[in-house]
């Protein structure tokens, strides 16, 4: 038998709620994984992707052809699980080569029970989704996939659809921790420290402000404003995370007496979401959602474009046609900073009269380009204008000056280029 010949002990199907199926071979654990089917598109970092708790009961479809060529380690995991409730790729490797691989991609999907299906045409599910956007969907391998087809489909039908999901509770953590910048390169005493609510956070994400001299606080996303005024952070920080923001009343509510007391704000992803709804705006779903490590946004004040890593099926319903008056008054006024050049969605809000924040994308860039490592050092300005000037700061004054010291950094490092 070849690897690329089918038996009924590896055979798998994939099932999609609109009765299209595609049928491929087993890959990881064997059984069923049901979820809602969506598309990443990056090209590299796939253990990263898996590892996401943003990805939690979603079946990812794999846009790149070839994964699993360099293995899996340690290091790289985001998360102490894989999240993804199913894999879904083309041409699996046969056997890693890396230098920093441990052990297959295969063989820790079987480790962690995760069903995965290879062989299929992820270009036409990727168009199929496309069109009809994602959807709940199946993967049933081993003796599961010679079940009845109306059977399986009736399977994929029958679950809990994303909409109304309460999953950030999930995917937390139990009991809070510490992050210190001395285990991350950092020398001397830390600059700040800060409450970050695990929603479904990232390793790399601490790390991030740990190396620019930022002690985190990794609060679980049930973390009231007594549990952050515990810690006596200098700022707060909401993670991404996975689900219907529509479900999160409690962080919603949570957020809305940081902002009262005037702490410094900053949140990514499904913080951005709860940011515009403790602003008083909307959310809803998007047809197939972003997600990927090159999604292209815009920075509004400046023009300029970022290349960024996104996973998120949920946006703001927010006006993109210059300042207006947060819907909960209190707060004043607020600005959509960056949109998508891909559909428009709002990207980001800036509050104009108190010192918040977000962005709807992962600045952490685990994995992913670097355009947008800058945030973690607005954030900082933000904190540290706020010390200095209790009641006056705001986030529009902190990007302006951080846009402008990023400006004279690049300007001074383009003129060291052309005297060498």
């Not at 409730?85 to 890693?96: C, L």
């Not at 606080?217 to 920080?237: E, M, N």
């Not at 923001?245 to 410094?264: C, E, I, N």
């Amino acid at each position: 038998m070849t690897d690329h010949q089918t038996t009924s002990s590896n055979a798998a199907l994939l099932v999609l709620e609109d009765g299209r199926t595609f049928r491929g071979r087993s890959y990881g654990a064997q059984g069923t994984a049901l979820g809602e089917a969506v598309f990443a598109t990056g090209m590299t970092g796939y253990q990263e992707t898996i590892t996401d708790p943003s990805y939690a009961r979603q079946l990812v479809v794999q846009t790149a052809p070839h994964i699993g060529n360099t293995g899996v380690n340690r290091e790289d995991a985001e998360s102490r699980r894989i999240w993804v409730a199913g894999y879904i790729v083309r041409d699996a490797a046969r056997r890693p080569s890396n230098w920093r691989s441990e052990r297959s991609l295969d063989e820790e999907l079987i480790e962690q029970g995760i069903v995965g299906i290879q062989g299929v045409d992820t270009r036409a599910i990727t168009r199929h989704l496309r069109e009809r956007g994602a959807m709940k969907a199946g993967i049933f391998s081993g003796q599961e996939a010679a079940r009845p087809m109306p059977e399986l489909l009736a399977e994929v039908n029958g679950q809990a659809p994303m909409e109304g999901a309460r999953l950030a509770e999930e995917v937390s953590i139990d009991a809070a921790y510490v992050v210190e910048p001395a285990d991350h390169g950092w020398e001397g005493e830390p600059r700040f420290s800060i409450a970050a609510l695990d929603l479904g956070i990232k390793s790399m994400t601490p790390q991030r402000f740990a190396e620019r001299g930022v002690r985190v606080h990794v609060l679980p996303a049930t973390a009231t404003l007594a549990d952050i005024q515990a810690v006596d952070p200098d700022g707060v920080f909401m993670s991404n995370g996975p689900g219907d923001p529509a479900t999160a009343d409690t962080q919603v509510g949570m957020l809305r007496d940081v902002l009262d007391a005037r702490m410094p704000f900053f949140g990514i992803c499904f913080g951005n979401q709860i940011l515009g709804r403790a602003l008083g705006f909307g959310t809803y779903k998007l047809r197939y959602g972003h997600r990927g490590i090159n999604q292209p946004v815009m920075d509004r004040r400046t023009g300029k474009v970022e290349i960024t890593s996104q996973n998120h099926g949920f946006a703001v319903d927010a006006p993109t046609d210059g300042v207006t008056r947060a819907p909960e008054e209190r707060f004043g006024r607020v600005e959509v900073s960056h949109v998508s050049l891909n559909d428009d969605v709002v990207e980001g809000l800036a509050c104009l009269d108190i010192p918040a924040f977000s962005v709807q994308y992962h600045p952490e860039a685990a994995a992913g380009p670097h355009d947008s490592a800058y945030l973690f050092d607005r954030f900082i300005d933000l904190m540290a204008d706020e010390k200095k000037n209790p009641g006056t700061t705001d986030a529009a004054d902190v990007s302006k000056a951080t846009i402008a010291d990023t400006d004279t950094t690049v300007a001074v490092a383009s003129d060291a280029k052309e005297e060498n």
